[in-house]
């Protein structure tokens, strides 16, 4: 079946692919096509965001693995990287998330070969670029300007890893790219990318393939804003006084010379508290935004679409709520939305709870005597794995969900401080009464015991998360009755 290549470039494309690999994680769906996989175009290789998102890639990954194929559930989406998809394990290329840049580490006056140039190809150069962006190094990205890096990503196309992407590109994959405009990278990536993969006259392998490809685009406009130093201060800093208008002329110039997009999807918002101005490296790490998990379900719904959807005129969308409300739960998006992804994030966020607080101490229930649940989670490496997504401080989905709380408009689905299951999820509680607890410690152990009688699979990671499915689904249709 075919696969779906998405490219994250930049470092609002690295959150966005953060966000999308949490709903693949609580078993969102998506369709028409049996495998994912993200590359990440950041010259930034210390970059805090991106190497985040490749470290959760990486763990969700294994995750996965040891699952094997499976049609729905927890982690069941196949995410691979650019190397593991080669047919013949031939890979000549790194096996990473991320494109390999080489480790671009000097200013961008060595890397156009400013002092070779002779007197008029300077004045040029110098016309066309500020003496801050000719000594900036390259090595921390292109720090909010795409005139930089359209000629440092130009270089891109003819790159191995490129042309290993090609050389596996078939007939029936899809591409989709999530960018912001208002900044360096995503503003150059996005529209050269395309218009390499859409060139007719492409020298790459499967062009023709490429050219046909059914694409789709999320076009990320302002959403923060960062400090900016006192007025005579010294300071290494993006101004993001610029971002609105840079995101003007990015979309006058997608208006008039983008091509070959089938689906594009607009996504932004008003800037609240400014965030630190880190300009790259490792200190660049923002917390996850919702303007991030709203364009992730952008990918989801351009999956959605079939092949003559998408084939007659150009998609464009636009996301909104159904009210302007800074705390955002799943009542105020639309039923569709509701429907792709409420009940799987609440049942992730029941399973996540319930094993991070209580499995310990479920050593004798049957669930977990069957498989020596204990012993495994003591000795296997899968399930330090599993720790890891959930409770990494780095880069875990519990951390996620707390990043996503601390904006001004913030993701708000879930009591992120409520111990009590009948009262986590924001928009709907458990009725409860003398004779009727709910959702608690004891109806999980039963529903966990039930489900374990009808697997068979012996293997205590397989076994428990089929376990936790199936007593989540329960749990949340019989008890919870979310619609």
């Keep these: 079946m075919a696969k779906l290549f998405v490219f994250g470039i930049g470092g609002t494309g690295s959150r966005v692919i953060r966000s999308l690999v949490m709903l693949m994680a609580a078993g969102v769906k998506i369709k028409n096509c049996d495998k994912i996989v993200p590359i990440i175009i950041d010259p930034d290789t210390q970059n805090g965001d991106m190497n985040r998102t490749v470290e959760l890639l990486k763990t969700y990954k294994h995750l996965h693995d040891q699952l094997g194929k499976r049609e729905e559930g927890f982690f069941h989406t196949n995410i691979s990287t650019l190397s593991s998809i080669a047919g013949d394990g031939a890979a000549k290329i790194r096996d990473s998330f991320v494109y390999d840049f080489g480790g671009i580490n000097k200013p961008f006056k060595d890397h156009v070969g400013y002092n070779q140039l002779d007197i008029d190809s300077q004045a040029l150069v110098d016309l066309l670029f500020t003496p801050e962006n000719l000594n900036n190094s390259l090595d921390v990205g292109f720090r909010g300007s795409p005139n930089v890096g359209s000629v ?7 790159s191995p890893e490129m042309r290993f992407f090609a050389s596996n590109f078939q007939a029936g994959d899809r591409i989709f790219f999530v ?19 859409k060139d007719v006259h492409s020298t790459l392998p499967n062009a023709s393939s490429l050219n046909a490809a059914l694409t789709g685009a999320m076009v990320v406009l302002p959403y923060f804003s960062l400090e900016q130093p006192a007025a005579g ?26 091509q070959g997009v089938n689906a594009t999807y607009y996504i932004g918002d008003t800037p609240d ?4 101005n880190n300009p790259g490296r490792a200190s660049q790490r923002n917390d996850a935004h919702l303007i991030e998990l709203l364009s992730a379900l952008s990918i989801i719904d351009f999956m959605d679409y079939t092949d003559n959807d998408l084939t007659g005129n150009a998609l464009f969308h636009e996301f909104g709520l159904r009210e302007d409300v800074d705390n955002v739960q799943f009542t105020h998006f639309d039923q569709e939305t509701r429907d792709r ?4 994030l609440i049942r992730f966020h029941y399973f ?3 094993y991070n607080n209580y499995v310990p101490a479920d050593a004798q229930a049957a669930y977990a005597k069957g498989v020596d649940l204990n012993g495994a989670m003591r000795n296997e490496p899968i399930f330090k794995e599993l720790n890891k997504f959930l409770s990494s401080p780095e880069f875990g989905y519990e951390s996620w969900l707390k990043e996503l709380s601390r904006m001004e408009r913030t993701f708000s689905a879930f009591h992120l401080n409520e111990p009590d299951f009948n009262r986590m999820v924001s928009d709907k509680q458990v009725e409860t009464g003398f004779l009727n607890k709910g959702i ?14 009808s697997i068979s699979d012996r293997e205590a990671f397989k076994a428990t998360i089929k376990a936790f499915e199936i007593a ?7 008890k919870l009755k979310y619609s």
Excluded: C, M, W
Excluded at 341 to 344: P, R, Y
């Design 152 to 158: 440092v990503l130009n270089e891109i196309i003819d």
């Design 179 to 197: 960018s912001s405009i208002f900044g360096g990278t995503g503003a150059a990536g996005f529209p050269l990318l395309l218009k390499n993969f």
């Design 233 to 258: 201060v010294e300071a290494d800093f993006i101004d993001s006084n610029t971002f609105t208008t840079k995101a003007k002329d990015a979309l006058s110039y997608y208006q008039n010379h983008l």
């Design 273 to 276: 508290k400014p965030l630190e």
């Design 341 to 344: 992804v409420a009940k799987q």
């Design 352 to 354: 996540a709870r319930y």
């Design 440 to 453: 608690h410690p004891g109806s999980f152990v039963k529903e966990l015991n039930r489900a374990s009688e």
């Design 472 to 478: 989540t689904n329960n749990l949340v249709e019989d």
